[in-house]
């Protein structure tokens, strides 16, 4: 595994370009791919990482460049974008991992790319913080993936951080979980994740949130569920107590939020599989107001 492109250059992303520019340079040619916007943007104001500027290879749409491995990164309100983005670059050799949040986004690559291996995968760890085009990251996380030999094989040699669960779908949904009820009640609420978990009364209405999500999981065909409440709040007591959820960042910073991918998709799906989920379509319509506020 030689080739590799990132797409999306927010706190994720340039941590794992970090990663893959730094420590293995040399083991692999890693390109970030950007749009001719994003390109001269990057070429006057440089990414920052922990205060450090990032020089990295850019790539564009429309150059010759044979991925082995493409990581997508972006917001999910990016994906459309992205996954017209790498075409050019896609062969039934190219492995695809996407780290977005959300439950949908392999399906929509898979359905554009059915020669790619699309593996479920998303990124766990402390949050980030973005200022412009500036993130601070403290290097606590690792992606989450199903397995695939040589990918482990690239990543235990360029010292990247990685889990392959028993049971990918669980994880999926368990970080679905944790986005549903820590992101969009920390956006609504203005909390920390210390606020959060040390509040008894905000644990009492997280399970609840929970159980609506567990109630539609099951009728999705998710095992394990009966964990599922026990092991998204030692998730969230795992969190550092100053730090703040990505939502709260970007309701604070006056940004779209990702809240079509979490409270409406639970909507969505309650819709399909006839289950009610009104504590997901109160938290929608908060998230909402509060993107219309900041308009």
Not at 218 to 244: F, P, Q, T, V, Y
Request: charge should be neutral; charged fraction near 25%; proline fraction near 2%.
């Amino acid at each position: 595994m030689k080739n590799v492109i990132i797409c999306g250059l927010g706190a994720v992303g340039m941590t794992y370009a970090s990663k893959l520019g730094g420590k293995s340079r040399g083991k692999c040619n890693l390109k970030i791919l950007v749009n001719e916007e994003r390109l001269e943007r990057y070429s006057k104001n440089k990414p920052v990482l922990n205060g450090v500027e990032q020089d990295f290879n850019y790539i564009l749409p429309d150059d010759n460049f044979d991925a082995d491995l493409i990581i997508i990164a972006t917001k999910s309100s990016g994906l459309d974008s992205a996954v017209k983005m790498i075409k050019n670059f896609v062969s039934s050799k190219t492995i695809i991992l996407s780290l977005l949040n959300g439950i949908s986004s392999e399906e929509v690559i898979r359905s554009a790319y059915p020669e790619a291996k699309v593996l479920k995968s998303y990124f766990i760890g402390h949050s980030a913080v973005r200022v412009g085009n500036s993130v601070t990251q403290d290097g606590v996380g690792e992606i989450v993936m199903e397995r695939d030999d040589g990918l482990i094989k690239f990543f235990n040699d360029a010292g990247v951080g990685y889990a392959v669960p028993d049971d990918i779908d669980y994880s999926m949904w368990l970080k679905f979980t944790m986005n549903i009820f820590s992101n969009q009640t920390s956006a609504v609420l203005n909390m920390t994740f210390g606020e959060m978990k040390h509040n008894r009364a905000f644990i009492d209405f997280a399970k609840k949130i929970i159980a609506e999500v567990r109630s539609v999981a099951e009728l999705k065909g998710i095992n394990r569920l009966e964990n599922l409440e026990k092991d998204a709040l030692n998730a969230l007591s795992r969190m550092c107590d100053e730090g703040k959820t990505s939502m709260h960042q970007d309701i604070l910073a006056g940004r779209k939020t990702e809240v079509d991918i979490f409270a409406g998709e639970m909507i969505k799906l309650g819709r399909e599989l006839g289950v009610p989920v009104p504590y997901n379509q109160v938290l929608y319509d908060m998230v909402k107001i509060k993107e219309a506020a900041n308009e």
